[in-house]
């Protein structure tokens, strides 16, 4: 919120009873699966060596496809984040975690289709019990993400 606040966006908080599924809380908060900005702390497999987190971002009623994922962030690899790491890297719990990275070692990478089907997203605001409704373009302009291609049609 003091992000948005900071940035002169204006967006819509929403309280509303704890869910962790896309499906539940879309029709708790009265918006189309699809609005929702899904966020998975990924990890992906560089080198032997070297691991880069991601947290990619897409249209909650799509999947991921890991191997997009690691295509886009210039690995071989990629799998998600155990519940632990995903909780270091954002401070949230899975389910909770918002479309944005506050944290140098969490790119940010979202599929282009977020942009492409609403006017409003919609996402967790770092808690299951509540969310924050913004223009998908504000979004788009604040966060400045990588963007590629990853979700299956």
Request: net charge neutral; aromatic share 6%; proline share 4%.
């Amino acid at each position: 919120q003091t992000l948005l606040t900071d940035h002169q966006i204006s967006y819509r908080l929403l309280r509303h009873e704890p869910a962790g599924k896309s499906e539940e809380v879309a029709l708790i908060r009265g918006t189309a699966v699809s609005q929702g900005a899904k966020a998975l702390v990924c990890r992906v497999k560089i080198t032997s060596n070297q691991r880069k987190n991601v947290l990619a971002v897409f249209p909650a009623d799509k999947q991921a496809d890991l191997a997009a994922i690691a295509l886009a962030a210039g690995g071989k690899k990629a799998s998600l984040a155990s519940q632990d790491l995903a909780r270091e890297l954002t401070g949230c719990e899975i389910g909770a975690i918002p479309p944005f990275s506050f944290n140098e070692e969490l790119s940010l990478l979202v599929d282009p289709s977020l942009r492409e089907r609403h006017d409003e997203i919609v996402f967790n605001a770092g808690r299951l019990d509540a969310s924050i409704v913004m223009r998908t373009e504000d979004y788009f302009r604040l966060a400045q993400p990588a963007q590629a291609a990853f979700v299956h049609a």
